[in-house]
């Protein structure tokens, strides 16, 4: 994979997190509106985690190239294996953090589950509302929103730094509402901070 391409998925990043940020003219993000849902969260839940999804499998792909993931020929893999190639060559994945430039809301860990569960949280209320919305429509809410596209920060910013050697080269525009000190450093020229499991 090119970096070109690795950085193309940041950029969908970047564009779901503008729909968010719309999103914030409606329902301000505070803990008190966690369980608040509507279609464009729904929306934001179903693209950020099929995009988590295809960088998945790209990322499996790149770390243990025996992995099928990738080919479109085999559509292979799901959250459960995805999380067994990533942890046996990225173990502290689950330790980093993405804060939300909102006062008074905490970090986010939302890839943390995958310590002990097949599938995080967030990713079962993702395929409750894909695959059974008139009964789980409310699970579309803002905190399974936040920690998805906290996820997606991450995995993202592990499927550039996999395929860049040379971390951090070349400088893309920083997230609005979503910060972290390991997932930032090359979008803000940061070198001296790194993903845990680059440190």
Not at 17 to 30: F, N, S
Not at 101 to 130: C, E, H, M
Request: glycine letters at 2%; a negative charge.
């Amino acid at each position: 994979m090119l970096e070109q391409e690795a950085l193309n998925h940041w950029r969908f990043f970047i564009s779901l997190e503008k729909d968010l940020m719309t999103v914030k003219d409606y329902i301000e993000i505070a803990q008190d509106n966690y369980n608040s849902y509507s279609f464009e969260l729904s929306k934001i839940l179903q693209l950020s985690c099929a995009e988590i999804d295809c960088i998945c499998r790209l990322l499996c792909k790149e770390i243990d190239p025996s992995t099928d993931y990738q080919d479109q020929a085999v559509f292979s893999g799901n959250i459960a294996q995805y999380r067994k190639t990533v942890l046996t060559n990225l173990p502290k994945l689950p330790e980093a953090e993405v804060h939300i430039t909102t006062p008074g809301i905490n970090a986010f860990r939302p890839w943390a589950d995958w310590q002990s569960l097949d599938s995080p949280t967030w990713w079962k209320s993702y395929n409750n509302v894909k695959h059974y919305r008139h009964v789980c429509f409310k699970e579309a809410n803002l905190k399974n929103v936040l920690e998805a596209m906290a996820a997606l920060m991450i995995i993202a910013s592990y499927l550039y730094r996999t395929v860049v050697a040379q971390p951090y080269a070349n400088p893309m525009p920083p997230p609005k509402l979503f910060t972290s000190e390991y997932t930032s450093p090359f979008l803000l020229a940061r070198a001296n901070s790194e993903l845990p499991d680059f440190a």
